[in-house]
């Protein structure tokens, strides 16, 4: 069933069991509550005239309560004889009448230990049923007189069925309002749902453009903006998808091309020649180098997106862990004229994963060397700071963009401001973001045009807060 016709059928439920549960009060309990509720009524009655027995106004008193309430009153002395009396029915109650039961009915309130009697019995004379209330009446522990209370229990039956025809009237409209308002709430609830359902389905066929509208109620607006953040955030990854498998492939597709077109060369050029086959035989060997790089980026940065790869965490010196890789860049520097400056700070020791954590120092020099200015620079500081270790890799080159800066991250994206081939696999920066988020540290890049960009991340202590 659908949530529309779900909704209906519950408000309408709703309705018939109100509708049963008025009934059910009407014809069940509407006797049995007002017989209960006139005895408590009478009982308060019974009360009131004890606590103001024997006061100076105490006549006028009994002809007050017995006219307002319209109820017979007797009270008699300790030896049964009559001190006041209040009569509203014409000598026709049970206390007053022709047959009077009064001496019956002292002789039941004496017998009955709890000094309180109460029933209800059928007055011939009035023709309706009627109720008895007697009380002894106390002073310390002495027996100073008896009450006796009488008054008619209205008929209930006449009301019932005036009750009846009315909940007919009332059981018929409120169906007719129930159906209704349940017609409009299941439309004004499920509407909403059913048309964010159906721009879901849009976007499970990969129609991106899909727009969630909410409206109605908070919550509907929330998943429409939930909705639209996942379309946002799958038409992205789509995107990327595409932008990976093209880059992939461009890059799987030089060395293969490449290999292809040395190994036939060999064959038929350059087979007797030696000098020629081990060059040739060496730009095969560096393109393989080229193809298991790639491919072993491509494999460490799924394994630390999907968390497949945990960090060791150990202590160690962070300083003397930074001079040996600037000292295996030497040779670098040396054959291609690059200048590496280390800019050490005091030695601290620091807890993260060392190889790791090296692998992203590595990455951000590469990175650097890349894309440095012609003076061939790059500054590499240690700066200690009351939260960690901030690491700076500083180029000289032309620098980033504002609107590029947010996406130097991502897989495969290269800047275009350099001036010579770029070395790498276009992954080195993504591999850095996969690894600092790993470890849940900060990071980021700071760029001018003219004046070179610097990439940072700080390796927080271990007690220190982020």
Request: with cysteine.
């Amino acid at each position: 069933m659908s949530l529309r016709a779900w909704l209906c059928m519950a408000f309408i439920l709703f309705a018939v069991i109100v509708s049963a549960l008025l009934w059910v009060l009407e014809i069940v309990l509407l006797q049995g509550f007002y017989y209960t509720s006139k005895i408590k009524e009478t009982q308060k009655i019974a009360a009131s005239i004890v606590n103001q027995y024997g006061s100076d106004n105490f006549d006028q008193f009994l002809t007050s309560v017995s006219v307002s309430n319209q109820v017979c009153i007797e009270v008699l002395d300790e030896q049964g004889r009559v001190r006041y009396e209040r009569d509203v029915m014409n000598d026709k109650c049970l206390l007053h009448g022709p047959h009077n039961y009064l001496n019956a009915l002292m002789i039941k309130l004496q017998t009955n230990g709890d000094g309180m009697v109460s029933f209800s019995s059928y007055d011939e004379h009035l023709g309706l049923e009627t109720l008895v209330l007697g009380v002894t009446l106390y002073k310390g522990q002495e027996v100073q007189g008896y009450l006796f209370l009488n008054t008619v229990l209205e008929p209930v039956g006449s009301a019932v069925n005036i009750l009846k025809e009315l909940l007919i009237m009332v059981t018929v409209l409120l169906l007719v309002i129930g159906v209704l308002i349940a017609v409009y709430l299941s439309d004004w609830l499920s509407v909403p749902i059913v048309r964010l359902t159906r721009s879901a389905r849009r976007l499970a066929h990969g129609d991106f453009n899909t727009r969630f509208v909410g409206g109605s109620y908070r919550e509907v607006d929330d998943l429409a903006r939930s909705l639209t953040y996942a379309e946002q955030q799958l038409s992205r990854v789509d995107s990327m998808q595409r932008d990976l498998i093209a880059n992939v492939s461009h890059d799987l597709r030089t060395p293969l091309t490449m290999l292809k077109a040395y190994a036939e060369m060999i064959r038929d050029l350059s087979g007797d020649n030696p000098v020629k086959r081990n060059a040739h035989l060496q730009v095969i060997i560096d393109e393989t180098d080229r193809l298991t790089m790639l491919v072993n980026d491509i494999l460490d940065l799924s394994k630390l997106e999907n968390g497949s790869i945990k960090p060791e965490m150990q202590t160690f010196d962070i300083t003397a862990r930074m001079q040996d890789i600037i000292a295996r860049y030497k040779g670098v520097s040396e054959k291609m004229g690059y200048h590496i400056h280390f800019q050490p700070d005091e030695p601290m020791q620091v807890t993260c994963d060392p190889a790791q954590i090296e692998r992203v120092i590595c990455n951000l020099i590469n990175n650097a060397i890349n894309y440095t200015g012609e003076d061939k620079n790059v500054y590499v500081r240690q700066l200690n700071t009351p939260e960690g270790v901030r690491i700076e890799v500083q180029d000289t080159g032309h620098g980033i963009e504002e609107d590029k800066i947010q996406k130097i991250f991502d897989k495969y994206y290269r800047s275009e401001n350099h001036k010579r081939e770029v070395v790498g696999t276009g992954l080195g920066l993504s591999i850095v973001k996969a690894i600092l988020k790993m470890h849940e540290f900060h990071y980021g890049v700071s760029s001018k045009i003219g004046e070179g960009s610097v990439f940072w991340f700080l390796i927080r202590n271990s007690s220190g807060s982020s």
